[in-house]
């Protein structure tokens, strides 16, 4: 009998990560608590996917609040990038985010073999550029990767044990601008 498409729970976000507030390093959102799962040697084969949900709350400065690129990691290789998205010129205090989506490995192997394919992959907040005010309407939401077609990841090797991550970089350092992961989970489908 077939296990395809049974979902495995293997990251669950249940308290607030430290914001990631005044700095244009990538940093981790998730917090200690969630920083416990690591996909084992050989866990990966073809057509397994890993799927993502994550929430918060972000703020940006007014009129030039730069970029904001999120990414899912896996030991030191970011197998799903956003891309640097831009963000609502008009200033965001504290709305709420969320970012979705799934990972299809697609090749599978020793050294930089291992790839994944971002499928259905979204930024929802009103801190997206062009977003209506909350009282007018709907949040925006960035398609990704942002500004540019899906392509495969950058390969890791899959015969060693990857710690699983969930980054941030801001293009700009600023007090204003801040995000925080407040909730989420990763699941795998088993095969």
Same mark, same amino acid.
């Given at each position: 009998m077939s296990s395809r498409g049974f979902r495995e729970r293997v990251l669950e976000v249940y308290e607030d990560g430290a914001a990631l507030v005044s700095s244009a390093s990538q940093t981790s959102l998730l917090p200690a608590s969630a920083r416990e799962f690591t996909v084992g040697a050989g866990y990966f084969r073809i057509g397994k996917v890993l799927a993502f949900h994550m929430s918060g709350r972000i703020s940006t400065i007014a009129t030039t609040p730069g970029t904001l690129t999120l990414t899912v990691r896996l030991g030191s290789t970011?197998? @799903? *990038? =956003?891309? #640097?998205?831009?963000?609502n010129t008009t200033a965001q205090t504290n709305m709420h985010w969320r970012l979705e989506g799934e990972l299809v490995v697609r090749a599978v192997g020793q050294t930089t073999v291992t790839t994944?394919?971002?499928?259905?992959?979204? @930024? *929802? =907040?009103? #801190?997206?550029?062009?977003?209506p005010a909350p009282t007018a309407g709907g949040a925006g939401t960035h398609m990704l990767p942002y500004n540019t077609a899906p392509a495969v990841s950058t390969?890791?090797?899959?015969?060693?044990?990857?710690?699983?991550?969930?980054?941030?970089?801001?293009?700009?350092?600023?007090?204003?601008?801040?995000?925080?992961?407040q909730a989420g989970h990763i699941d795998i489908y088993t095969q």
């Open positions: 970011d197998i @799903f *990038t =956003s891309g #640097a998205m831009t963000l994944f394919f971002p499928k259905g992959c979204e @930024f *929802t =907040s009103h #801190a997206v550029i062009a977003s390969g890791l090797d899959y015969t060693v044990s990857q710690a699983l991550d969930v980054m941030a970089t801001w293009s700009l350092s600023s007090a204003s601008n801040s995000i925080q992961l």
